[in-house]
């Protein structure tokens, strides 16, 4: 399997659930990223991580919590979500931080439905 | 916090034209990505560039640094470009370098 990976694919959740996002990139990279794509607005960067360290939060709130266990996966664990937090969630890979050359690889996205 | 302007908004043309998506920054960059979103939500990158003109298939894609411009350009349209293309930059350094993105322009060929 190459490039990066996403499951699920689409997730209802109430919110009350609690549920994960997974991500797997098989490139190789050293930086790892969360983005939001919410009806109508540009995607927005959630979190940044770059060889399993957080190098950046971007002011999301706490019912978002990310895991970077190691350089190939990523999680997005989800909990007490709102309803305006439905979105296309995208995971995306890159070989490393602070490049000129930093292109980025994007998963399929993972379309989430809280209600 | 650069800001990312992108126009048109929505563009519709006929097979076979010429089109052009311009991509405006406020502040200086290490790079400018030029992406393709179809619907579904995949996203595609087709351009990375910090200077210069690039150029793949019928895909041409120029930077102004001076000017904080570019331009995305697709040849010889067809209905299978019909897509969200997104312009991106990545910071200038210092931090991560996760992008900040544009609206997009959602493009529609029309046979």
């Known amino acids: 399997e190459t490039g990066v990976t996403q499951t699920p694919r689409h997730l209802v959740m109430g919110m009350t659930n609690k549920k994960s996002l997974k991500c797997e990139q098989h490139?190789?990279?050293?930086?790892m990223y969360w983005y939001k794509q919410s009806a109508k607005k540009p995607l927005e960067l959630m979190f940044v991580y770059s060889l399993e360290e957080r190098v950046e939060n971007n002011s999301v709130p706490s019912r978002f919590s990310p895991e970077c266990p190691n350089s190939s996966h990523l999680f997005l664990h989800l909990h007490t979500l709102q309803p305006e937090d439905s979105a296309l969630y995208l995971c995306?890979?890159?070989?490393?931080?602070?490049?000129?050359?930093?292109?980025?690889?994007f998963g399929p996205g993972t379309r989430l439905t809280v209600l | 916090k650069n800001e990312v302007e992108q126009s048109p908004q929505n563009l519709t043309a006929q097979e076979g034209e010429f089109i052009t998506i311009n991509c405006s920054y406020s502040v200086g960059i290490s790079a400018l990505h030029w992406l393709q979103q179809h619907p579904g939500g995949g996203i595609v990158s087709l351009f990375m560039?910090?200077?210069g003109k690039k150029k793949h298939g019928r895909l041409i894609a120029t930077i102004n640094i001076q000017e904080k411009h570019s331009s995305l350009h697709i040849t010889a349209s067809h209905p299978r470009d019909s897509a969200v293309y997104i312009c991106?930059?990545?910071?200038?350094?210092?931090?991560?370098?996760?992008?900040?993105f544009g609206k997009g322009t959602h493009l529609i060929i029309q046979p």
């Open positions: 991106a930059v990545s910071g200038a350094g210092g931090g991560a370098d996760g992008l900040t």
């Open positions: 995306a890979s890159s070989q490393r931080l602070l490049s000129s050359y930093n292109e980025q690889f």
């Open positions: 560039l910090s200077s």
């Open positions: 490139l190789g990279h050293n930086a």
